[in-house]
Structure formats: structure tokens, C-alpha cells
């Protein structure tokens, strides 16, 4: 069992940035990968970045070159910084962590509005 806490998300401006963190119960060295998904009302949830046990990254066309994932092994923690928030990055942002299972944190509301 696997408990993912996550932080950071709030109201920004078009432009701004945010960074959210996701702590993960266990060593980070015991998940094959860990990411961020997201979803907004009426829409399915995909995969905005994820970062393998071996530091292969993985975003979504969408966010490239505006976000960057990354971690702290010591932490157990990862990392989403968001640079250059659009409207259309307004969502409900969730930390998945796969093992053998698939884990899902609580999600973190992000807004992005003027």
C-alpha cells in the first residue's frame, strides 16, 4: 500500500507558476514511476508528466516546455513545476504512483485566472 500526499495547487494568474509536490508513504526507489495527471470538468483525465525509477521523463505535448518534473529521492518526493499557466491548465491535479497497483493521490485543485 502506497499513500501519496500531495501540495501546492491555488489561484494564478494566466502566466504565473506553481509548483506541486507529492510525497510518496514509501521509498520512491520502490515505484517503477510516479506522475501528475489532471482533470477538468467533463473531461477525461490524462497524463500531464511522469518520471521514471531510472529519471525518464514523459510530458504531454500540451505542457512542453512549460513544465518540468522532477524529484528528491532523499524526500521521497515529487515534483511539478508549472511555469507560464494558461486558463486551459485549469484542473484537478493528481499524483499516481505504479508498483505492481496503481496508486492516486487526493488530487489539488489548480485555477488559472485573472
Known amino acids: 500500500q502506497v499513500q501519496l500526499v500531495e501540495s501546492g495547487g491555488g489561484l494564478v494568474q494566466p502566466g504565473g507558476s506553481l509548483r506541486l509536490s507529492c510525497t510518496a508513504s514509501i521509498t520512491i526507489f520502490s515505484i517503477n514511476s510516479m506522475g501528475w495527471y489532471r482533470q477538468a470538468p467533463g473531461k477525461e483525465r490524462e497524463l500531464v508528466a511522469a518520471?521514471?525509477?531510472?529519471?525518464?521523463?514523459n510530458y504531454a505535448d500540451s505542457v512542453k516546455g512549460r513544465f518540468t518534473i522532477s524529484r528528491d529521492n532523499a524526500k521521497n518526493t515529487v515534483f511539478l513545476q508549472m511555469n507560464s499557466l494558461k486558463p486551459e491548465d485549469t484542473a484537478v491535479y493528481y499524483c499516481?504512483?505504479?508498483?505492481?497497483?496503481?496508486?492516486w493521490g487526493q488530487g489539488t485543485q489548480v485555477t488559472v485566472s485573472s
Open positions: 499516481n504512483a505504479v508498483t505492481l497497483y496503481n496508486y
Open positions: 518520471i521514471t525509477k531510472g529519471g525518464i521523463t
